[in-house]
């Protein structure tokens, strides 16, 4: 079975830009949620999607946004880069059962802003 | 605030001995929790959790201790190999959510052979 994937794993941009990452959940997993890790912060919940809606937000500007596809797939934004966003992006994907909470985490999009 | 917290940012421990991960937390709403692990340049890897209801849960050489009155748990690695060298995260599930942890911020395990 294939595992979450996230594309790009690298890129570069400058402030003031957008940038835009992809995640491919695992086949089957419904529901999708995007972490940023810094070294500063740990890992800090970003959003949640199932079946294309939002369910959970965290704590974060609304530069940062994000969708979910009919086919599960999700996206995520950020516009108006900061410096302060340089971090690895984590996309994870979960079975929605009310279970254990379990997330199948993607190996991340490093972002840095320069 | 933080509401999971992992007080020791590393361990050191010879192999074959017994690994003791900690973690604490504020919340008693937390209805599970979960430990990963995580690899230089990987996602974090899900190892095992435990439900609010139980204090106990063992798989394999990993097993989760829960203390609700202290609001505490820990991961005990027993025994410990090379392999099991990592970043070691604590999180925990508010009830009625499903994707969103919260996460501590960690702790290095070194396992020196």
């Known amino acids: 079975k294939a595992g979450v994937t996230q594309t790009p794993r690298y890129l570069i941009k400058t402030r003031g830009q957008q940038v835009t990452l992809s995640c491919s959940p695992i086949?089957?997993?419904?529901?999708v949620s995007w972490y940023q890790q810094t070294p500063g912060q740990g890992l800090q919940f970003l959003f949640e999607?199932?079946?294309?809606?939002?369910?959970n937000k965290g704590n974060f500007p609304g530069r940062f946004s994000g969708r979910q596809f009919s086919n599960s797939r999700s996206e995520m934004n950020v516009s108006t880069l900061e410096l302060g966003d340089s971090a690895l992006y984590l996309c994870?994907?979960?079975?929605?059962?009310?279970?254990?909470?379990?997330?199948?985490f993607g190996e991340g999009s490093r972002l840095t802003v320069l | 605030d933080q509401q999971v917290k992992q007080n020791s940012p590393s361990l050191s421990v010879q192999e074959g001995r017994i690994s003791i991960l900690n973690c604490d937390y504020t919340?008693?709403?937390?209805?599970?929790f979960l430990w990963y692990k995580k690899y230089p340049a990987e996602g974090p890897t899900f190892l095992i959790s435990?439900?609010?209801?139980?204090d106990k849960n063992e798989d394999g050489r990993f097993t989760v201790f829960l203390n609700k009155s202290a609001k505490h748990l820990s991961l005990h690695i027993v025994p410990s190999q090379p392999g099991d060298s990592a970043v070691y995260f604590c999180?925990?599930?508010?009830?009625?959510?499903?994707?969103?942890?919260?996460f501590g911020k960690g702790t290095k395990l070194s396992v020196k052979p």
């Open positions: 994870a994907s979960s079975l929605v059962a009310g279970g254990p909470g379990e997330l199948f």
């Open positions: 086949s089957g997993h419904r529901s």
């Open positions: 999607y199932f079946s294309e809606t939002q369910r």
């Open positions: 919340n008693s709403m937390f209805d599970y």
């Open positions: 435990i439900s609010s209801i139980k």
């Open positions: 999180a925990a599930r508010l009830r009625g959510s499903q994707g969103n942890l919260i």
